[in-house]
């Protein structure tokens, strides 16, 4: 990093103070990054040979930077937690400080810091910008990064428009170089066949934008449009990773005043934590796959990693013409390039590309490798392919490194706000699923700071696995039918594909399994929270689409809620195996019971918090706990 610009300095929160932390501050601003393509650490970066360079021979990049640190930055905890932006927005304030947008995203009223957990603890918040295809605006933090001009290349999009607008207009990735090279197929499903109907064509609106006209019968609002064609211009999306390598180094060591987290000539961090949400969760997986965990002066940047509802999946950003906002879902591409071998952190060999590889063993060489707590919502064991993170390419069981854990979420979609409970989307079948998985991160984040600190283990990993028979093929995973609850395994593959020929040529699976279910169904293994532990209604990761929108293939992100019927009679009527409200608790003081029992047993477990347990047994007395209304 050659320089670091404030723009900003300002208090956080209004003023509002966090105990021992005191106020915080809102600092904003720009870090320069210069890199050596010569450098073994650098040469990594797809097209940085390409890349223009300064009078040193340099390849430069400006990030935007946003920091929240104490006042006082020695009156801090000593963590440094780097929340990956998520196409440029924070993420973090909502997991687990329970903040609601755009306040999460500001920090600018004593509200936006919600219960204060993250401020509470002394922690100083920092985000990078590292996506070089949006643009830096207020809210949205970015990267400038080298554009590769003239370079032109094949680009292929899909697109799923869940409407029955036509024509619809689409947003390309990367410029058009050339209108002739525009192409458009259709198919309602990924394994069927490509077509081009009467009625579908695509046209160039301008060099971003084009225009896709649907055929008028045959296919429904789920059907899969794949867009080929010629772009031109890109950028070398690669140096996102070094971005957030250098910036995290710089604040970590350096201990010049041109560091706003440093005092009296030393840094005032004493641990580094990178976490990340779903996209970003996946760029941390390539981040440490890549290397990019140790910097240019052989040091290890993030002591612990904590990659969260990533799946078994990495990114489309390393690569020419690659997309970081893309991420396939179901019923889309089973092998696109975030869907890559290797899988899981162990080093494994895989016979479909003849690759020996692991996420952890570019930092094994080197010495650099972090501590690993990545965390899953149900939903990625259905739409993911989370299993390939506890199972070798054929499908048998392994075990994690021991300086690896691993944890299933249960009964959790997705990512969801906190507060919300459920309801409908047109194109899902069922009601939709409100838990927010504030409660157990807050408990893991704090086992991570303790394992790094004091070196006390985390608890061990919860998900599903093989040799437990709690990991199964999706049609062994629902013990009997539920009424309400329709069940047809459906969950998204895993593929390698020939990505060098477009459209790719499949070449082999891999086998995916999916967590075995109660008689609930809900899923057996896993960190259950309190809403699992002390149930009114089955909470699912999946959730499948509607009649007219694709409906044997899975809505995105979410999960579903089915509640229980009130009483024996109810259920029965209705043909509903799972045992009644009034069977499961004799009255509301008992249901108030079997929560405070699996509160206390989360709370020795170091699954919860005992604030938490405290906040949700009053949730649970009031009758809020189950998110049902």
Request: net charge neutral; glycine share 10%.
């Amino acid at each position: 990093m050659t320089g670091f610009e404030v723009t900003e300095d300002a208090p956080a929160f209004a003023g509002r103070s966090f105990g021992e932390a005191g106020e915080y501050r809102r600092i904003t601003g720009r870090a320069t990054i210069a890199l050596d393509p010569a450098d073994p650490r650098n040469a990594v970066i797809a097209d940085i040979d390409l890349a223009p360079r300064n009078a040193a021979g340099r390849v430069e990049a400006i990030a935007d930077v946003a920091i929240l640190r104490p006042a006082d930055p020695a009156r801090g905890s000593g963590t440094l937690l780097l929340d990956v932006p998520n196409r440029g927005r924070k993420l973090a304030p909502q997991l687990f400080d329970d903040a609601a947008q755009p306040g999460a995203n500001n920090a600018a009223t004593a509200e936006d810091a919600g219960i204060g957990f993250l401020a509470g603890r002394g922690t100083t918040m920092v985000w990078v910008g590292w996506q070089s295809d949006i643009p830096s605006i207020p809210g949205q933090l970015a990267l400038a990064a080298p554009v590769l001009r003239g370079v032109r290349g094949p680009v292929r999009e899909e697109f799923v428009f869940d409407n029955s607008r036509n024509p619809a207009t689409v947003t390309l990735a990367w410029p058009l170089a050339d209108t002739a090279s525009l192409k458009v197929t259709v198919r309602q499903a990924w394994s069927d066949p490509r077509q081009t109907p009467e009625g579908l064509s695509v046209r160039a609106v301008d060099e971003k934008r084009v225009e896709v006209s649907r055929p008028a019968q045959g296919f429904d609002a789920g059907a899969l449009y794949e867009v080929t064609y010629t772009g031109r211009d890109p950028a070398v999306l690669g140096v996102g990773f070094a971005a957030v390598r250098d910036v995290a180094s710089f604040l970590r060591r350096d201990g010049s005043p041109a560091n706003p987290l440093a005092k009296a000539g030393r840094t005032t961090v004493h641990r580094t934590i990178g976490f990340g949400v779903s996209q970003s969760g996946r760029f941390l997986r390539d981040f440490l796959h890549l290397g990019f965990n140790e910097d240019t002066q052989g040091r290890v940047v993030f002591d612990g990693l904590m990659p969260h509802v990533a799946g078994a999946r990495r990114m489309a950003t390393n690569v020419r013409f690659g997309q970081p906002g893309r991420n396939a879902r179901h019923p889309q591409d089973p092998a696109w390039q975030a869907d890559t071998f290797p899988f899981t952190y162990g080093v494994l060999e895989d016979p479909l590309s003849g690759r020996r590889d692991g996420l952890l063993l570019r930092c094994r060489l080197s010495s650099t490798c972090p501590k690993v707590m990545q965390s899953d919502s149900e939903h990625e064991w259905w739409a993911s392919r989370a299993s390939l993170l506890v199972t070798d390419t054929a499908g048998h069981h392994i075990d994690l490194p021991p300086d690896v854990r691993a944890y299933l979420i249960a009964g959790t979609p997705h990512f969801e706000a906190p507060g919300g409970t459920t309801g409908r989307i047109e194109a899902a079948s069922l009601p939709t699923n409100p838990m927010h998985a504030g409660p157990p991160m807050r408990a893991l984040l704090a086992a991570m700071e303790s394992w790094l600190a004091d070196g006390r283990e985390p608890p061990s990993s919860r998900v599903p696995m093989r040799s437990h028979g709690t990991l199964v093929a999706a049609a062994a995973a629902m013990p009997a039918p539920i009424p309400g609850l329709p069940y047809a395994g459906i969950h998204t593959s895993a593929a390698y594909s020939d990505q060098a020929v477009l459209p790719p040529q499949e070449i082999g699976r891999y086998p995916v399994f999916v967590p075995r279910l109660d008689g609930d169904g809900m899923s057996i293994a896993g960190v259950r929270a309190l809403q699992l532990a002390a149930p009114r209604a089955s909470y699912t990761g999946w959730n499948p689409r509607a009649n007219g929108f694709s409906p044997m293939t899975l809505y995105p992100l979410q999960g579903a809620v089915v509640p229980f019927a009130a009483t024996k009679e109810a259920r029965m009527a209705a043909g509903d195996p799972r045992p009644s409200v009034a069977e499961r608790y004799a009255d509301d003081g008992a249901y108030a019971a079997a929560v405070r029992a699996a509160a206390a047993d989360a709370v020795a477990e170091r699954l919860l918090l005992p604030a938490d347990a405290e906040a949700l047994i009053a949730r649970a007395e009031n009758g809020r706990m189950a998110q049902l209304r």
